[in-house]
């Protein structure tokens, strides 16, 4: 119970810190997506399991957040991946820091390659090849600089609130 | 692996769903009841995170002024810092009511009914999308696939309309297209594409016609005014595509508009029934500087600085049409 709530207020507000705030700042390249982040935290501390059902329906706010503009569904299936991925590292033992910079890396790529090659599939003019590797390159680059404060942090909070089992 | 044979029957279970709502999307077009449902409800959250995140970009920048106070004259550097406070906030107030005078002042050489508003949000979708969210929506009068602009121009079209907030494409993205006009004598037409990370591209309609460094465009009316009206300014030319074995000749722009940093705009609810061609251009190619706007008397408060906004509560709109 209470790490669902943790989740949900975590969710929003990496959704609104990115859509008020990030975005906003005009950084070079199109700047990190801490959704992505938050989603390979909490695979990587609480397992597959909790990592897809929560990369889905983050990704779900995050299709009908205004100002998206892309068929519904798209970050959510791309989302459920990541954090399916991130869940199967959460038991490797003795994880390092190198560990979690990797996990965060496939799992930024994985989520614009998936995002983008749906979007292909559906017909989205916006999805050209120089597009796919500028995002590509931006995603990976700025989220595995965040990586180390924000994984850490939210593997803490998580634990705190971990079920009794 | 713990759980792993569990997990993967829920990520194919929710692979599925995922795919379905694509397609469903897909089909409709767009736009289904669940986006209505995140307008209506994400739009007033996204309008308070962004009523707490303006601040904070003053605060920030304050951050570095922020000295010891244990010298003799703390008082009198406690109060110089509360004076700066004040100056650095009264800056923001003063950018606002300048992009603001700028929107009313184009408005009002156009006699062009708007609605004034301010960016609240941008989006991005992992970099894809070029588009924003703004603080007003079909309480004001706001429809989709209506022409907003700022004082510089062009900025986009509504996209999504929900009870208090919009969403709005802008010029740059991959999915913008307008028809465009070149002014002058020679009146050609043709269309203004966004290019994403790519710059905007003006390809002109016709054989007959040239384009040249430097030849200006302006919006060419859409049927019923929808979703452009006519005579706003886009940009200008800077640079003509070679197109050997093509029909149609087309170059790079460089818009008025600033897409990046778009914050104070209009969105035009009604146009006269004519507007003077190329009455709303800046004058040389280049857009020309802004002009200084009058000394605000604003306070130290970061309130809205102007009665332009409707940021907060409901207000009518404002309707410049007693300028020429």
Redesign the interface.
């Known amino acids: 119970m209470r790490r669902s709530l943790l989740t949900v207020a975590v969710v929003?507000t990496a959704l609104?810190?990115?859509?008020?705030?990030?975005?906003?700042l005009?950084l070079p390249?199109?700047?990190p997506?801490l959704l992505v982040l938050v989603v390979v935290a909490f695979g990587l501390a609480a397992?597959?399991?909790y990592?897809?059902?929560l990369g889905?329906f983050a990704?779900?706010a995050?299709?009908?957040?205004?100002?998206?503009?892309?068929?519904?569904?798209?970050?959510?299936?791309a989302l459920?991946?990541v954090g399916?991925l991130a869940?199967?590292v959460?038991?490797v033992e003795e994880r390092s820091v190198l560990t979690t910079v990797a996990v965060v890396a496939i799992a930024s790529g994985a989520?614009?390659v998936l995002?983008?090659g749906?979007?292909g599939l559906?017909g989205?003019?916006?999805?050209?090849a120089?597009?796919v590797a500028?995002?590509l390159a931006?995603?990976v680059i700025y989220d595995v600089v965040l990586a180390p404060f924000v994984v850490p942090l939210l593997a803490v909070a998580v634990r705190r609130t971990e079920p009794a089992a | 692996m713990r759980d792993s044979r569990r997990a993967r029957l829920i990520l194919a279970m929710l692979l599925l769903t995922a795919f379905t709502l694509i397609t469903l999307d897909y089909r409709s077009g767009g736009g289904g009841p669940l986006r209505s449902i995140g307008n209506a409800v994400f739009g007033p959250v996204e309008r308070a995170a962004t009523a707490v995140a303006r601040p904070i970009g003053s605060f920030f920048a304050s951050l570095g002024h922020l000295s010891s106070y244990k010298s003799d004259n703390n008082r009198l550097k406690a109060q110089n810092q509360r004076l700066l406070e004040q100056l650095r906030l009264t800056d923001a107030d003063r950018a606002h009511l300048a992009a603001a005078e700028k929107l009313l002042n184009l408005a009002g050489r156009a006699q062009f009914r708007i609605v004034a508003a301010r960016v609240i949000a941008y989006g991005s979708s992992l970099g894809f999308e070029s588009t924003a969210t703004i603080d007003v929506g079909s309480q004001d009068g706001i429809t989709s696939n209506q022409t907003v602009i700022n004082g510089d121009g062009l900025v986009g079209k509504t996209l999504d309309v929900g009870p208090s907030t919009s969403t709005i494409l802008l010029g740059n993205d991959p999915e913008f297209t307008a028809g465009a006009r070149l002014a002058g004598p020679t009146q050609s037409i043709g269309h203004v594409d966004g290019g994403g990370r790519n710059p905007i591209t003006f390809t002109l309609l016709g054989t007959q016609a040239k384009l040249a460094v430097g030849d200006r465009l302006v919006t060419f009316a859409s049927i019923h005014d929808r979703p452009f009206v006519p005579e706003v300014p886009i940009g200008h030319i800077v640079r003509v595509e070679p197109t050997p074995g093509q029909l149609f000749s087309s170059g790079v722009v460089a818009p008025y508009v600033d897409y990046s940093s778009v914050d104070v705009v209009g969105v035009v609810v009604g146009v006269p029934r004519t507007i003077k061609r190329d009455s709303l251009l800046p004058a040389s190619p280049t857009p020309s500087p802004s002009t200084t706007p009058a000394s605000p008397s604003g306070s130290g408060s970061p309130s809205p600085s102007a009665s332009i906004s409707p940021s907060p509560g409901r207000r009518s709109s404002p309707t410049p049409s007693g300028s020429p």
């Open positions: 929003l609104l810190l990115q859509a008020a705030v990030v975005n906003r005009q390249g199109t700047g997506d397992g597959p399991t990592g897809v059902v889905f990704g779900l995050a299709d009908v957040l205004p100002p998206a503009d892309h068929s519904l569904g798209r970050l959510a299936l459920a991946v399916y869940g199967l959460e038991d989520a614009v995002y983008a749906v979007g559906v989205d003019h916006r999805i050209t120089s597009a500028h995002s931006s995603t």
